[in-house]
């Protein structure tokens, strides 16, 4: 059997992950949102399952579901990849008579499913991001009534994540506004200072001066500029009070987190101990979430991909303070076979070349491609080389300007 029948990858591979790399999504914070719509699927397709699957280069995350608690599945083993192939729809009335599915694990006990209809979650450009399906442990077959109403949901769910980008990027902007309105705090305190510092030596060489008006005008101007100055200086105490993580923000201890929620499962899956530390240093200043998950989750899940059973892969996280910007450092290396020479040229001339993983998994390529050419959009580098001994080493390195304090 070719490789592509077995292991179905779009040809709009490249600009669909890019499509889903500029959405943003944190695939841990999504399930309350999508729970009705998932819910609503299952009823109107009467099945035991649905779920709602975002598809990236290595991985089937279930933002959402209802009857199976799930949260991920290598994309090798995922029936929704064959939903994103550029179809309106894709079904397998009994999942036991396809010799595709027939021996995989999702029809054998304790599951032991039968029945799967999936719907195409397609962006504005046509690009299948992953799909909403139902499952069930029948063989069975939707009317075309239920399956306009499933692609009626696939488009909500569509909308509501086009929703939550628009809702995020004013979040950013009214943050902007807060931050120019701390500058300019800032940048009235200095001439106001000098206005109370010029009408002080004024008022004090007053007596002399027969203008009663004027002395007391320049009194009246002290005292405005006094009361100013304390207004500055409380919008700036107020900000610094209120100084919190905002929703595109994490610092090195949420992200951390993060990806340990995200990646532990993989790696436990395949018996590979993951080790996210972070650095001793600043672990508290905020910076922008900005592509962040997809790059870090990308060269975890290739680490992982290549790195035999009781293999270790480690990541590396530090946030380095230089004079105007910070800078996120992250190092992920594992103890793998390591990077051919000819993967390393393809990666550095922009190609996406694909091996396997270990056990023979589809390697995809792409992932690769597309974390370097976020990486780049960040102004950042990104560094690959094969370590001593054993395994593949990435050193990520991405700039952020320091916040106004």
């Not at 999504?30 to 729970?35: A, G, H, Y």
């Not at 007391?216 to 006094?226: A, T, V």
């Not at 992200?255 to 101990?273: P, R």
């Not at 922009?350 to 992932?367: A, L, P």
Request: proline residues 3%.
């Amino acid at each position: 059997m070719m490789l592509e029948e077995t292991f179905p990858v779009p040809q709009d591979e490249m600009q669909r992950l890019l499509s889903l790399s500029e959405h943003d999504l944190d695939y841990s914070e999504l399930s309350d949102e999508f729970k009705d719509l998932a819910m609503l699927a299952a009823k109107i397709a009467g099945t035991d399952i649905s779920l709602i699957n975002l598809i990236d280069s290595y991985t089937t995350w279930t933002i959402s579901g209802q009857g199976l608690d799930i949260e991920q599945v290598p994309r090798e083993d995922s029936l929704c990849q064959y939903t994103i192939m550029g179809q309106p729809q894709f079904e397998v009335s009994d999942l036991l008579l396809d010799k595709r599915f027939k021996d995989m694990d999702f029809t054998k006990a304790p599951l032991a499913l039968r029945y799967y209809f999936g719907v195409p979650l397609t962006d504005t450009e046509g690009h299948q991001l992953g799909a909403l399906c139902v499952v069930d442990k029948q063989p069975k077959h939707l009317s075309p009534e239920k399956i306009e109403m499933l692609k009626i949901i696939a488009d909500q769910v569509m909308n509501r994540i086009h929703t939550y980008r628009v809702i995020r990027d004013l979040q950013c902007q009214v943050k902007g506004a807060n931050e120019t309105k701390s500058k300019v705090a800032h940048d009235i305190r200095g001439p106001l200072a000098g206005i109370i510092g010029l009408s002080n030596i004024i008022v004090q060489q007053g007596n002399s001066n027969t203008l009663g008006e004027v002395l007391e005008f320049i009194q009246l101007i002290n005292k405005s500029s006094k009361s100013l100055l304390e207004l500055a200086d409380e919008i700036l105490t107020e900000d610094q009070k209120c100084a919190k993580l905002a929703e595109n923000e994490m610092n090195l201890s949420v992200f951390k987190s993060k990806l340990e929620d995200l990646y532990n499962a993989q790696a436990k899956n395949k018996g590979i101990n993951l080790q996210i530390q972070t650095n001793d240093g600043n672990t508290l200043s905020p910076f922008p979430k900005n592509k962040l998950l997809q790059i870090t989750g990308n060269l975890i899940s290739n680490a992982i991909k290549f790195t035999p059973e009781s293999g270790t892969v480690k990541v590396d996280l530090s946030l380095i303070e230089q004079k105007q910007e910070y800078m996120l450092s992250l190092v992920i290396s594992d103890n793998g076979a390591g990077i051919s020479e000819e993967a390393l040229r393809h990666l550095k001339d922009g190609g996406n070349s694909s091996t396997d993983g270990t056990y023979g998994e589809k390697g995809y390529g792409f992932g690769l491609a597309l974390v370097k050419h976020l990486i780049h959009g960040l102004g950042g580098t990104l560094e690959v080389h094969n370590m001593t001994e054993s395994g593949a080493c990435f050193n990520v390195r991405i700039p952020f300007l320091k916040q106004v304090d």
